[in-house]
């Protein structure tokens, strides 16, 4: 090897290290997060068959989300990790990256082959390092099933042109086995096969009869073990919309494309379908049209042109299948450019080689500067899983599954008010089953959250009736037991926790009469469990009572506020006077937690009427409302009365125009 070669093979190295180094550190998101943290493969000893038995998501908490995929090979390298160092975000995109430099070297031996010219080769593959939709499967961790196929595709090509010019046999088992692992990283590595049959025919002129059957045979393979590995053969594509229809959507959907790679230093990683469903979408996938019908005309003419046209056309027409799938929000996605890409870029180096020679390196420097410059901005996106679902509702806002997300989001980040506001703006929205229950139950929980218990019934009663994952109900069956539990409705508390039979059903219920200092029902409950269990929870209920008993009606009552039982807190300290305004509060406060509305407005109103003069009194009731129970009209109410009492309050102005922005205060 040259020490020309030597330097640029170098310089592949280093670059996208230098480039991707500040994005590997982030935390996990989305679907990496049950894939590495809640995956039962991943705990334990090392059992490299068993990925081999089951479905993606069957080892994870994901198991009933839905359709599953077959991938054992990218579950395998997980197992691997885990088992050599541990999981890390920062190794889990390392690895990542490390597949994807591999590839690299691949893809350029493989276009240096192909096109017999090393200059078009080191600009299409450096174009191709740098592309910036690639940092959607670098940055996210479970994207690596696209980096192995990528890899073990272009092995499988490789080998196949291999084939083509020496007939020799073990290309064509080479290439037959590299297939087969590109299939086990990811089932769209199938749509390598035509290219794994035309390749060697392009090379010879005659059809590789051999190699076309055995891999063939190897894509019927695949496709039979995972049809019993998850119990499903069919392809769930469902074409449920007239010609015309799915001639405009598929129209939309390549324009999507199309601008994703034309201009692809701003772009939506994916877009739910009726997203591009617009004129210019329209007339962007027209104009690919147009421009695809072009190069295929003058493929005769232009040999040159034939393989970037393969690499583009079969993976596009492939991927445009997924629009017609329920898989959502992956039936559009840039992902699905990782292979086209290899072929965009190839004719942008074909363009590039035809500058003359002192432009030719200087328009390769400023695409390769801007494509690092795009990626270093978009990767802000993976820092956090609150940043990835911002930027998802933000590229798409009138989207409900990404709404969706993104409030969880707040959720977590304690902006209730903020979530209960994007959720409510999805009610017009059509949206899919799955979607719809996510924002009842969002709903819900923030409807607990404000103590506004029936109104949380509701919403978990408007989608009792639909096909609900265990997950859900479970939710359900929780959001239930605390509301119940929080208005001191034991009967209705142990209903919804039926007695199974099994121990932790039996469990559930011993703490239920333990929220109610049910001692003797909780004694009656440990008979169902395992006679050292049994003993262990009732030396525990023993204990209990025991300091139950011994206690002031005050601690009493924190024991009831402490399990959830506000009722019967509020029973306890109802007759006790109220000293203070603090003490006042602290009735109020859990008058609301009791459910009890009447009482909690009487409260409410005796402590207004008390600070009529007083703009503090008035601060300190939209300060509760606010942030104990997040109800944001409450709490303005309150607080535009402290602001005509003292106008000075430029932080109390702040707060009201935050949560009514339209306000004029």
């Given at each position: 090897m040259?020490?020309?070669k030597?330097s640029?093979?170098?310089?592949?190295?280093?670059?996208?290290?230098?480039v991707?180094?500040?994005?590997?550190?982030?935390?996990?998101i989305?679907?990496?997060?049950?894939?590495?943290?809640?995956?039962?493969?991943?705990?334990?000893t090392?059992?490299?068959?068993?990925p081999?038995?089951?479905?993606?998501?069957?080892?994870?908490?994901?198991?009933?989300?839905?359709?599953?995929?077959?991938?054992p090979l990218?579950?395998?390298?997980?197992?691997?990790?885990?088992h050599?160092?541990?999981i890390?975000?920062?190794?889990?995109?390392?690895?990542?990256l490390?597949?994807?430099?591999?590839?690299?070297?691949?893809?350029?031996?493989?276009?240096?082959?192909?096109?017999?010219?090393?200059?078009?080769?080191?600009?299409?593959?450096?174009?191709?390092?740098?592309?910036?939709l690639?940092l959607?499967?670098?940055?996210?961790?479970?994207?690596?099933?696209?980096?192995?196929?990528?890899?073990?595709?272009?092995a499988?090509?490789?080998?196949?042109?291999?084939?083509?010019e020496?007939?020799?046999?073990?290309?064509?088992?080479?290439?037959?086995?590299?297939?087969?692992?590109?299939?086990?990283?990811?089932?769209?590595?199938?749509?390598?096969?035509?290219?794994?049959?035309?390749?060697?025919?392009?090379?010879?002129?005659?059809?590789?009869?051999?190699?076309?059957?055995?891999?063939?045979?190897?894509?019927?393979?695949?496709?039979w073990?995972?049809?019993?590995?998850?119990?499903?053969?069919?392809?769930?594509?469902s074409l449920?919309?007239?010609?015309?229809?799915?001639?405009?959507?598929?129209?939309?959907?390549?324009?999507?494309?199309?601008?994703?790679?034309?201009?692809?230093f701003?772009y939506d990683?994916f877009?739910?379908?009726?997203?591009?469903?617009?004129?210019?979408?329209?007339?962007?996938?027209?104009?690919?049209?147009?421009?695809?019908?072009?190069?295929t005309?003058?493929?005769?003419?232009?040999?040159?042109?034939?393989?970037?046209?393969?690499f583009?056309?079969?993976?596009?027409?492939?991927?445009?299948?997924?629009?017609?799938?329920?898989?959502?929000p992956?039936?559009?996605?840039?992902?699905?450019?990782l292979?086209p890409?290899?072929?965009?870029?190839?004719?942008?180096?074909?363009a590039?080689?035809?500058?003359p020679?002192?432009?030719?390196?200087?328009?390769?420097?400023?695409?390769?500067?801007?494509?690092?410059?795009?990626?270093?901005?978009?990767?802000?996106?993976?820092?956090?899983e609150?940043q990835?679902?911002?930027?998802?509702?933000?590229?798409?806002?009138?989207?409900?599954?990404?709404?969706?997300?993104?409030?969880?989001?707040?959720?977590?980040?304690?902006?209730?008010?903020?979530?209960?506001?994007?959720?409510?703006?999805?009610?017009?929205?059509?949206?899919k089953?799955?979607?719809?229950?996510?924002?009842?139950?969002?709903l819900?929980?923030?409807?607990?959250?404000?103590a506004?218990?029936?109104?949380a019934?509701?919403?978990?009663?408007?989608?009792?009736?639909?096909?609900?994952?265990?997950?859900?109900?479970?939710?359900?069956?929780?959001?239930?037991?605390?509301?119940h539990?929080?208005?001191g409705?034991?009967?209705?508390?142990?209903?919804?926790?039926?007695?199974?039979?099994?121990?932790?059903s039996?469990?559930?219920?011993?703490?239920?009469?333990?929220?109610?200092?049910?001692?003797s029902?909780?004694?009656?409950?440990?008979?169902?469990?395992?006679?050292?269990?049994?003993e262990?929870?009732?030396?525990?209920?023993d204990q209990?009572?025991?300091?139950?008993?011994?206690s002031?009606?005050?601690?009493?009552?924190?024991?009831?506020?402490?399990?959830?039982?506000y009722?019967?807190?509020?029973?306890?300290?109802?007759p006790?006077?109220s000293?203070?305004?603090?003490?006042e509060?602290?009735?109020?406060r859990?008058?609301?937690?009791?459910?009890?509305?009447?009482e909690?407005?009487?409260?409410?109103?005796?402590?207004?009427?008390?600070?009529?003069s007083?703009?503090?009194?008035?601060n300190?009731?939209?300060?509760?409302?606010?942030?104990?129970?997040?109800?944001?009209?409450?709490a303005?109410?309150?607080?535009?009365?402290?602001?005509?009492?003292?106008?000075?309050?430029p932080?109390?102005?702040?707060?009201?125009?935050?949560?009514?922005?339209?306000?004029?205060?």
């Open positions: 040259d020490l020309r030597a640029f093979l170098l310089l592949l190295l280093i670059t996208p290290l230098l991707y180094l500040p994005t590997l550190d982030h935390e996990l989305w679907d990496s997060k049950p894939m590495i943290l809640e995956n039962d493969l991943l705990k334990g090392f059992q490299p068959l068993k081999f038995r089951m479905g993606y998501w069957e080892p994870t908490s994901q198991r009933e989300s839905g359709y599953d995929y077959y991938r990218t579950v395998l390298s997980y197992m691997v990790e885990t050599l160092w541990g890390a975000p920062f190794r889990l995109r390392l690895t990542n490390i597949l994807f430099i591999m590839a690299l070297f691949l893809c350029y031996a493989l276009i240096n082959r192909l096109a017999a010219d090393p200059t078009l080769a080191g600009i299409a593959v450096f174009l191709f390092a740098l592309f910036p690639h959607d499967n670098i940055t996210w961790v479970v994207a690596r099933c696209d980096l192995l196929m990528l890899l073990f595709g272009l499988s090509l490789y080998s196949a042109d291999r084939y083509g020496s007939g020799k046999p073990r290309w064509a088992i080479q290439a037959i086995a590299a297939f087969g692992l590109a299939l086990l990283a990811k089932e769209a590595a199938l749509f390598f096969l035509p290219l794994i049959m035309i390749f060697p025919v392009i090379r010879s002129r005659r059809l590789s009869i051999g190699l076309g059957v055995g891999a063939l045979a190897m894509a019927i393979l695949f496709w073990i995972k049809s019993l590995a998850i119990g499903r053969s069919h392809i769930p594509i449920d919309m007239s010609i015309p229809d799915a001639a405009k959507t598929t129209l939309g959907v390549l324009g999507y494309y199309f601008r994703s790679l034309l201009f692809p701003q990683m877009l739910a379908v009726d997203e591009v469903q617009t004129f210019l979408y329209r007339t962007a996938g027209i104009v690919f049209l147009f421009g695809w019908a072009f190069f005309i003058r493929l005769r003419r232009s040999k040159s042109l034939i393989y970037p046209w393969l583009m056309t079969v993976f596009l027409a492939g991927h445009l299948l997924m629009v017609f799938t329920p898989i959502f992956y039936s559009i996605s840039t992902r699905y450019l292979i890409i290899i072929g965009w870029t190839w004719l942008v180096s074909l590039i080689i035809r500058l020679q002192r432009f030719r390196f200087l328009v390769s420097i400023l695409l390769l500067v801007a494509m690092a410059g795009s990626i270093w901005f978009h990767s802000r996106r993976y820092v956090s609150f990835f679902w911002q930027s998802a509702h933000d590229s798409s806002p009138g989207d409900g599954f990404f709404l969706v997300k993104y409030a969880g989001q707040l959720q977590a980040r304690g902006d209730f008010i903020k979530s209960d506001r994007l959720l409510r703006q999805t009610l017009s929205k059509k949206v089953i799955g979607t719809a229950s996510a924002i009842a139950m969002q819900a929980e923030i409807c607990v959250r404000q506004r218990y029936d109104e019934l509701r919403w978990i009663d408007s989608i009792a009736h639909l096909p609900l994952d265990p997950m859900t109900r479970r939710t359900c069956r929780i959001l239930r037991t605390r509301i539990t929080a208005r409705e034991k009967d209705s508390a142990l209903r919804i926790n039926a007695d199974t039979g099994t121990a932790i039996a469990v559930k219920r011993i703490e239920i009469h333990l929220d109610f200092a049910d001692w029902g909780a004694r009656e409950t440990t008979n169902r469990l395992e006679p050292a269990a049994a262990a929870w009732r030396k525990r209920i209990i009572e025991a300091r139950f008993s011994s002031s009606p005050e601690i009493q009552a924190r024991f009831f506020h402490d399990r959830g039982n009722r019967a807190a509020w029973e306890m300290v109802r006790f006077p000293l203070s305004l603090t003490s509060l602290d009735r109020l859990l008058t609301l937690r009791a459910g009890s509305e009447t909690a407005r009487a409260i409410r109103e005796k402590i207004a009427s008390a600070g009529a007083d703009f503090r009194i008035l300190a009731l939209g300060n509760l409302y606010l942030s104990d129970f997040y109800r944001a009209q409450e303005l109410c309150h607080f535009r009365d402290s602001l005509r009492l003292n106008p000075n309050q932080g109390l102005r702040k707060t009201i125009a935050l949560l009514d922005p339209g306000s004029d205060s």
